[in-house]
């Protein structure tokens, strides 16, 4: 089945302690629709301006993403972002947020994205997040994500927003900061009362947490050595848990976890290089090993 994504497609400029990239391809909409392009037929709605360059178009093309829905507005600029992190790659820091064409974009989708059965609102504003949920008619699974940015800008849109997701996939400082409560199991609690079924908190590189009715599911990120740059770890995580749930056409809770453990795969992978740099180029046998590993790390006997 497929996916329909909305997400920003951005000019990324960031610092790591292992290097920078000056103005290379990012946003939360791009992670995305790659990561999950290898699992399942991905649809993009999102907007650029004229300086967007024909070969990040073909970057995405590549991944056999469908992009009738991105749009190109004539003499503006492409969204911005500039952040850096410290030696605590589990902390994005933003430099600068540049909105430009995302500002004002009002997207119309085309006639065959509103029957796409798996929605995922990628991080960017919460009310461009509903314009693109009011238009879809029957989805299975409605999914987002979002960040302090909004979380400080635009709080009441946001919990308009949770009261219409099935699931909402969050980072661990932005639960807490989101829920205004620093313990996370208060916070996951206050965070479902507003409307989403499951919640996944996304924990850097100690994995991700599930919380479920009243379960919880815990997965380890897989411990790497050489990590250069952890921006759209989170929207490759993202990609692989709705790309494998959207291919696997099933929401049970063991969905969910082997879901989660697909989003770690390809969230391992993307902060190996800059940009999409590794998660471009992967392939099946790739995917299939680091997922062999994961069942290596986290398996136990009961002696
Ligand atoms: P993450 O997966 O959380 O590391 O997301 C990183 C991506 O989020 C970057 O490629 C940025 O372009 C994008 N991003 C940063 N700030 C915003 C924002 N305010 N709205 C939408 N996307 C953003």
Redesign the pocket.
Known sequence: MSILCV??V???S?ETPFGTADEVL??????FSTSASYFSDVSLVAVVGEDFPAEHVKTLEDRGIDLTGLKTVAGGKT???Q?YYEYDLNQ?H?RD?Q?NV?MDFDPELPEEYKDIPYVFL????PELQMKVLDQVKDPKLVAC?T?N??IEGKPEALKELLGRVDLCVI?EGEARQFADEPNLVKAAAKILDLGPSTLIV?RGEYGALMFHEDSVFSAPAYPLEDIFD?????????GGLIGYLAKNGELSEQAMRKAIILGSVMASFNVEAFSLDRLNGLTEDDINARYAEFKRLTHFEDL
């Open positions: 997400g920003s951005a000019f990324d960031v990012g946003g939360s909409g791009s992670y969204f911005r972002w952040g994005a933003t947020t909105l995302l990628a991080n960017v504003d994500d960040m940015f909004w980072n996304k952890p921006t759209g770890a989170g929207d490759s995580f993202a």
